[in-house]
């Protein structure tokens, strides 16, 4: 039988529940035993109330529902004096751990808030933005904060903060969860993309319409859905699902088989940036990039945040921002818009 079933039946019979009885013996002996506590501490019941917040008399009348609770006088009283009885001094010792341990407990928790930054970060990431981007930088945010700890979990799927007691999570394009903080650290450029092999072999596209025409390299979602691939025309999203001969299901392969001539895929901005700077990559349709989607740091509140997590997220917020991770950044179209160097717009 479980206690919902035992308070129904005593209700019916007339009968006590022990179970409600102790909460409320629990709750009314809290309040007397940390007023009894700080009169025992401080020898008086004036400076009691002044350690506690409260008048003397309400000390006073705690102290005494505990002893009439107890059936057991626990402090001698005069005018001049207040002492402790023999049953108030073993009363004293025994609760004195239990009060010791819930004093430590809070100041432990107000030091997580408030103190040197210390203890466990758990972080999610996408894989490809966790590989690129977020693991390079832990090396030299644990260097500056040696206390703290860091477990980096790489999952494309979007990972439940409450159930997998995640604490801060790097998500990736359009945020539309409101139960989350979502701050932007970049914006997200996903631009279609071929190496030179494959643009002297095959020619790049000039209009969407085209994009029929060429060897396309999908990504594979966790989902198992195929990723779609987006672009911003008359300012407004058009998305393009592609007939390919290759689909993969991590990123980071993708862009490898991009880079072997492989075919046309549309990647992020911070894993081609460099590979464009470098001529190893070509840009194609370079105007319908989307421009609405962003690389976001995400937690639960702004409200309680320890001081381990604060400092995460002001340290990657600086540091990702510095990386100037837009793949367009140098690339000034000419005339028109038509063309640009390492694309074609």
Sequence with gaps: MNQSDTSERCFRLGLPNRADALSTSIAASYAGIMAFMAVATEGSFAKAGERLGVGRSAVSRNVQKLEMQLSTRLFLRTTRSTQLTREGERFFENCHQGVTHIAEAMNDMLELREGP???????????????????????????????????????????????????VAFRCGRIEDSSIIAKQLIPMQMALCAAPSYVEAHGLPNTLDELCQHDCINFRCPSGRVFEWEFKVDGRVRKYLP??????????????????????????????????????????????????GGHYICYLSRQHLPTRIRVFIDFMTEQIRALNLNCLTGFNAEAGGSLAAGMVA
Excluded at 141 to 160: G, H, K, Q, S, Y
């Design 117 to 167: 930054p210390r203890g466990l970060v758990r972080i999610s990431s996408t894989v490809g933005f966790g590989r690129k981007v977020v693991a390079p930088l832990l090396e030299k945010f644990m260097r500056a904060f040696p206390d703290i700890a860091v477990d980096l979990l790489l999952e494309d799927r979007p990972m439940d903060f409450a159930s997998e007691q995640i604490d």
């Design 243 to 292: 007939t390919a001969r290759l689909t993969l299901n991590d990123a980071d392969l993708v862009l490898h088989a991009v880079l072997q001539g492989s075919g046309i895929a549309q990647l992020a901005g911070y894993q081609i940036r460099d590979h464009i700077a470098a001529k190893e990559l070509v840009v194609a349709l370079a105007r319908h990039v989307p421009d609405d």
